[in-house]
């Protein structure tokens, strides 16, 4: 199957999906390619900082500063704490809940902005332009998803790979 639009960004990252969205919202006919997938093999939206970075090691700081102050310094304000533990389990869910809902809302704004997402590495195969020929892609570029190839032309290319 082969594609075309106006903007073609490589990565979904903070970057990239930002990208992706203000090209969208300019009118440009746009498509994100990224190839993550998430702890059940399914794609994902969002990169390094939403998936495995940022956002899930910012979760469980704040779940392990939450142990830290019930175990040292809630006393000061009067309050004691007994049997205190951790549920590391319970942790990785609420973790794991938040990086849901992070790269699942990238996902929604992609809809929302008419953003086309395609899951998959993206390979540059180089110009596909006819000279004095404006209105042919410029861009041409193969995605592989396991198995699954497609074709994407794009005017302009957005590499925001990290």
């Known amino acids: ?19 992706a969205i203000r090209c969208a919202q300019l009118g440009l006919n746009t498509v994100c390619i990224d ?21 899930p090691s910012k979760a469980l700081l704040e779940s392990s500063e939450n142990y830290e102050r019930a ?3 809630f006393a000061v304000h009067g309050i004691t704490v007994e049997g205190l533990s951790i549920n590391v389990p319970v942790m990785i869910s609420r973790k794991d809940k938040i990086v849901s809902g992070f790269t699942g809302g990238v996902a929604m704004l992609f809809r ?25 892609p410029l861009w041409r570029m ?18 925001a790979t990290g």
């Open 35 to 55: 190839e993550w997938k998430n702890s059940e093999g399914k794609p994902s939206l969002g990169g390094t900082c939403l998936n495995v970075g940022c956002i």
């Open 112 to 136: 929302k902005n008419k953003v086309t997402s395609i899951h998959g590495r993206a390979t540059l195969l180089g110009s596909g332009k006819k000279e004095n020929d404006k209105d042919s």
């Open 71 to 73: 175990a040292r310094k």
């Open 1 to 19: 199957m082969s594609q075309s639009f106006d903007v073609a960004v490589i990565g979904a990252g903070p970057g990239g999906y930002v990208a």
């Open 142 to 159: 193969e995605v592989k998803d396991g198995d699954k190839v497609d074709t994407v032309q794009a005017r302009n290319i957005i590499i």
